[in-house]
C-alpha cells in the first residue's frame, strides 16, 4: 500500500512530463514487427492478423480499468502470468488511478511496462453499448493499393514463337510480371468490420485471358462482435485457431524465437481473414456464442482448392488427387489446369468451459473432398492422410495459479494416433522466468490442420527448456535447448534420428539510445549421408551454427541506425560450407516535412545456398520481406514514407541484389539473364 501511494504521488507529478508521442507510438510498432520478422526463414509468413491488432490498439488503447484477459494477450506483449497479474492488481484496489501504478507490480519488469504503455490509458469503468447506426456510418474505411515489379526481364516473359509454345505452351507466362494489391477494410472499434482483398501475382493475366474478373484472388469477409449472446459472427473468408495448434489452427504462428517464454499459443477462436495467402484460410459461415461460463464456436467451410490430379481410368473416370498446390500461382496453362481442381467443406467446432483460473476447450473438425488422395509412394510419407474424409478432434486446458501458467493439448484422428505437448511457464519474480514443454507426435499421426509451436504434428518426441534473465534495467539474458527425436522416417532422413536445437541471446542496453545484442543458434540433427543417393544407406550430422553481432543507435531524434556483422557456419558430413553478412541501415526522418526514409547496404560471402543467411528488411505496410542472402555480392534498398496529412500514406521502395560470381539468376521462366535484380515497390494508403 505505501508503494502505491509513492507511486501515485510521482505520477501526479510527472503526469504532464511523460506523455508518448504518436511518433513514438510508431517506433514501437515498427520496432516490434522488425523484431518479430528478424525471427522468420521465410517470406511467405503471414503476420497480417498480428499486424492489424497492433494498429488497432495504437489507434485504440486498452483501458486498463476495463480490460479483460483476451485484451490484454491481443497486445502481443504479455504472458499469461504478467495478464493476470494485471488483472489481480486492479481487483485487489479496485480499479487504476493512473498508468504508472504499472511499475508498483512486483511480476512486471521495467522493460515490459515500458513496451505496453503506449497501448494502455486509465479511465473510468463504463457499460459501452454498440449504437449499430453508427456503426454503419461513423466507422473507419482504410484502401490500401500497392503496385511491385521485377525490373529485369525473366525468361518467363521473353516472346516466343508460335511453333515453340505450340510444343511447349507452358515456355512462357500468359501474363505480364506487374503484381497488384488491392485492400479495403471498413471497421467500428471491434465490433463490426467487412472488407476485400484481392491480388494478382506477377506472371498472371489480368482482366483478359483466363482472368476476366481481373485479379486471380479475392477475399471478402463481414465480422459482428458482440451481438446478444453472439460474441463473434463472420461470414465470407476467415481463420480458426483452437489450442496449441495441434487440432485447428490457420493463423500466425511464430515458433521458437529470441522470446523464449513464448511457448504457449493463443488462438483466439475465429477470426476475419484479410490476407493473400490462397490456401489457409476457411471460406463460408462461423459463430462463437457465450453464456455464462460456456463458450459454443462452429463454422462451415465449402471451398474449391488447387491440386494435381491423375486418372486410373479413363473409361470410369477415376480421378485422384497426388498432391495438392498451394504455392497460389497461375502463371502458366499447367498451373491454371491445377486451380480449383477439387472441392474441400470442413466443418468444425469448440466448446469451452471456464472456471475461474481454469478452462478447458474441446475441439473437433471434420473434412471431405469430392475427390480422394491418394497415399504416396514414398516410405517417409506412407502415414500420410489418404481417402476422402478426415477426421480430428482435441482436448486442450489452461490453468493459471500464481506465477505458475500450466497448459496442453491432446490431438487425435479417426485412427486414435495420438499428438500432445504439455508446458509450464514459471515466473519465479520480475528478474527470471523459466519454461519447459514436452511433445510427443505418433509418427501416424496426419492432422491436416496443424500448426504448433514446433513447426510439425507427427514424427516427432522432444522437451524444449527456456529461461530468461533480467540481470539488471540493462542487461537481459535469453536461452533455449530443444531435444528430439523421431522414430520413422523424415524426408531426406531413411531412418531414425535425432536433433537438438540450442539458442542463446545477450541484450545490452548500453544507454538511452544505444542498445546492442549477441546472438548464437546451433541446430544438429542427423540427415542421409551425400552417398545415400547412389544406394548405400546411412545418416551424417547436418550442424549449423551462427552468431550474430547486432548494435543499433539513435544518433538524433531524427536519424537512427543499425549495424549488423552475422557468421554462419554449414556441416554435413566431410562437407563444409560459411556464409558472412555485414549490413548498415540507416532511418531518417525530415524534420519539417513529413517524410521518412530508410535505408540499407549490405555485403554477403557465402560458400552456396546451403550457408545462406535471412535478415529482415522494412517494407511496405502490410507486406513483409526476409530474404536469403547467398554466394557472394551486395544488396541495396531505399524505401520512402510520406505522409499527406492524417488520411493519405504513400509508400516507394527500390532494393536490388548484385551477385559478383554469378552470370545469370534463378533458373526455368525465373531465370534473369545478368547478375543482377533489382524490384520496385509502390504503395498508397487512404483512410475515411
Not at 521495467?110 to 490509458?121: A, H, L, S, Y
Not at 508460335?162 to 500468359?174: G, Q, W
Not at 522470446?259 to 481473414?273: A, C, E, H, M, W
Not at 484479410?274 to 459463430?287: D, L
Request: hydrophobic letters at 35%; charged letters at 25%; one cysteine or more.
Amino acid at each position: 500500500m505505501k508503494s502505491r501511494i509513492i507511486i501515485l504521488i510521482l505520477s501526479f507529478s510527472f503526469t504532464g512530463v511523460s506523455q508518448i508521442s504518436d511518433l513514438e507510438k510508431t517506433r514501437l510498432v515498427e520496432r516490434r514487427i522488425e523484431f518479430i520478422g528478424e525471427l522468420a526463414e521465410d517470406s511467405d509468413v503471414d503476420y497480417t492478423t498480428f499486424l492489424e491488432d497492433f494498429y488497432y490498439f495504437l489507434d485504440h488503447p486498452i483501458n486498463l480499468n476495463q480490460a479483460g484477459f483476451d485484451d490484454l494477450r491481443r497486445l502481443h506483449l504479455l504472458t499469461d502470468i504478467e495478464c493476470r497479474a494485471i488483472l489481480d492488481y486492479r481487483t485487489l484496489y479496485s480499479k487504476f488511478l493512473t498508468i504508472y501504478e504499472l511499475d508498483a507490480i512486483s511480476l512486471l519488469n521495467q522493460q515490459t511496462v515500458d513496451m505496453i504503455k503506449p497501448f494502455v490509458f486509465v479511465g473510468p469503468t463504463e457499460v459501452i453499448k454498440t449504437d449499430w447506426k453508427k456503426a454503419l456510418t461513423k466507422g473507419r474505411s482504410e484502401l490500401v493499393v500497392r503496385y511491385q515489379r521485377t525490373v529485369e526481364q525473366k525468361d518467363g516473359y521473353k516472346a516466343q514463337t508460335d511453333s515453340i509454345l505450340s510444343l511447349n505452351p507452358n515456355k512462357t507466362y500468359l501474363g505480364d510480371p506487374n503484381k497488384y494489391y488491392l485492400r479495403y477494410r471498413y471497421t467500428y472499434f471491434d465490433k463490426l468490420s467487412y472488407g476485400l482483398v484481392a491480388e494478382k501475382d506477377p506472371g498472371e493475366e489480368f482482366f483478359r485471358g483466363t482472368q476476366k474478373q481481373g485479379f486471380d484472388f479475392y477475399s471478402a469477409h463481414l465480422m459482428i462482435k458482440d451481438v446478444g449472446p453472439i460474441k463473434k459472427f463472420i461470414i465470407g473468408d476467415f481463420q480458426a485457431n483452437f489450442g496449441q495448434g495441434l487440432t485447428l489452427w490457420s493463423g500466425f504462428n511464430m515458433g521458437k524465437s529470441p522470446q523464449v517464454l513464448n511457448i504457449k499459443q493463443y488462438g483466439g477462436g475465429l477470426q476475419p481473414y484479410s490476407s493473400v495467402n490462397e490456401s489457409n484460410f476457411y471460406r463460408g459461415v462461423s459463430a462463437t456464442v457465450e453464456r455464462n461460463n460456456v463458450e459454443v464456436t462452429s463454422f462451415v467451410s465449402y471451398k474449391s482448392i488447387d491440386a494435381n490430379i491423375q486418372q486410373t481410368d479413363t473409361i470410369f473416370d477415376d480421378d485422384y488427387v497426388t498432391s495438392f498446390h498451394i504455392t497460389g500461382f497461375h502463371r502458366t496453362p499447367t498451373e491454371i489446369e491445377k486451380k480449383n481442381t477439387i472441392n474441400q467443406m470442413v466443418v468444425g467446432g469448440a466448446v469451452s468451459y471456464q472456471w475461474q483460473r481454469f478452462k478447458i476447450n474441446a475441439t473437433g473438425v471434420l473434412t471431405k473432398f469430392n475427390i480422394p488422395l491418394q497415399a504416396s509412394d514414398l516410405i517417409y510419407k506412407q502415414f500420410a492422410f489418404s481417402g476422402q474424409e478426415h477426421i480430428s478432434g482435441g482436448l486442450d486446458y489452461q490453468y493459471l495459479r500464481g506465477n505458475i501458467s500450466l497448459f496442453g493439448e491432446f490431438s487425435t484422428n479417426k485412427n486414435f494416433n495420438i499428438s500432445a505437448v504439455n508446458g509450464i511457464i514459471w515466473q519465479a519474480d520480475s528478474k527470471l522466468s523459466i519454461v519447459a514443454m514436452h511433445r510427443y507426435f505418433d509418427h501416424k499421426a496426419n492432422n491436416l490442420y496443424a500448426s504448433n509451436f514446433f513447426r510439425t504434428g507427427t514424427n516427432e518426441n522432444g522437451i524444449y527448456i527456456g529461461a530468461e534473465l533480467k540481470v539488471s534495467k540493462r542487461v537481459n539474458l535469453s536461452v533455449y535447448s530443444d531435444q528430439y527425436k523421431s522414430t520413422w522416417l523424415k524426408y531426406l532422413v531413411d531412418g531414425p534420428s535425432t536433433g537438438r536445437n540450442l539458442f542463446f541471446q545477450a541484450n545490452l542496453q548500453l544507454n538511452r539510445y544505444s542498445s546492442f545484442y549477441v546472438r548464437v543458434k546451433h541446430r544438429n540433427r542427423q540427415r542421409n549421408t551425400t552417398e545415400s543417393a547412389y544406394g548405400s544407406k546411412g545418416q551424417d550430422w547436418q550442424k549449423v551454427t551462427s552468431l550474430r553481432l547486432n548494435y543499433s543507435h539513435q544518433i538524433t531524434t531524427n536519424i537512427s541506425i543499425k549495424t549488423r556483422l552475422e557468421f554462419l557456419k554449414y556441416e554435413h558430413g566431410i562437407r563444409l560450407s560459411n556464409g558472412l553478412l555485414m549490413f548498415q541501415d540507416i532511418i531518417y526522418k525530415a524534420k519539417n516535412i513529413p517524410l521518412k526514409l530508410y535505408a540499407r547496404y549490405a555485403l554477403f560471402d557465402t560458400d552456396d545456398y546451403s550457408s545462406r543467411i535471412y535478415a529482415y528488411e522494412n517494407d511496405l505496410l502490410y507486406a513483409f520481406s526476409v530474404p536469403a542472402y547467398y554466394n557472394q555480392g551486395f544488396r541495396a534498398y531505399v524505401m520512402a514514407r510520406y505522409d499527406l496529412g492524417d488520411r493519405v500514406d504513400l509508400w516507394l521502395k527500390w532494393g536490388r541484389f548484385t551477385y559478383n560470381n554469378q552470370t545469370s539468376i534463378s533458373n526455368g521462366l525465373e531465370r534473369i539473364d545478368g547478375n543482377h535484380k533489382s524490384e520496385v515497390k509502390a504503395q498508397i494508403k487512404i483512410k475515411f
